[in-house]
């Protein structure tokens, strides 16, 4: 069993920028994928950025590209993810995920085995 639990959301103007932080239970994190999901008031769930266990794959969805970086420290059993840019439309319940394989694709929330209870990351126009 993975716990994980997230950090550093918070309210932050548009165009200014926070770091989220992952942190886990388990030390092999280190075999784990690691995702980051977003769900906005009203919205489904919908996947946000992905990191290969080692750290040297990375994906994102479309509307976060060159804005937000995924990033991770095996060694401290942490995933981050830098926010920067940010938009309103960026305002979410903000959630970190363990896959054990991505096998049924990186951006599906069923590929995930473990999830963190979320922080809120709230963008004023």
């Known amino acids: 069993q993975v716990q994980l639990v997230e950090s550093g959301g918070g309210l932050v103007q548009a165009g200014g920028s926070l770091r989220l932080s992952c942190a886990a239970s388990?030390?092999?994190?280190?075999?784990?994928?690691m995702g980051w999901f977003r769900r906005a008031p009203g919205k489904e769930r919908e996947f946000v950025a992905t990191?290969?266990?080692?750290?040297?794959?990375?994906y994102y969805t479309d509307s976060v590209k060159g804005r937000f970086t995924i990033s991770r420290d095996n060694a401290k059993n942490t995933v981050y993810l830098q926010m920067n840019s940010l938009k309103p439309e960026d305002t979410a319940v903000y959630y970190c995920?363990?896959?054990?394989?991505?096998?049924?694709?990186?951006?599906?929330?069923?590929?995930?085995?473990?999830w963190g209870q979320g922080t809120q990351v709230t963008v004023s126009s």
């Open positions: 995920a363990a896959a054990a394989s991505l096998y049924g694709g990186y951006g599906y929330s069923y590929s995930y085995n473990y």
């Open positions: 990191i290969s266990s080692s750290g040297s794959i990375t």
């Open positions: 388990q030390r092999t994190l280190s075999r784990y994928y």
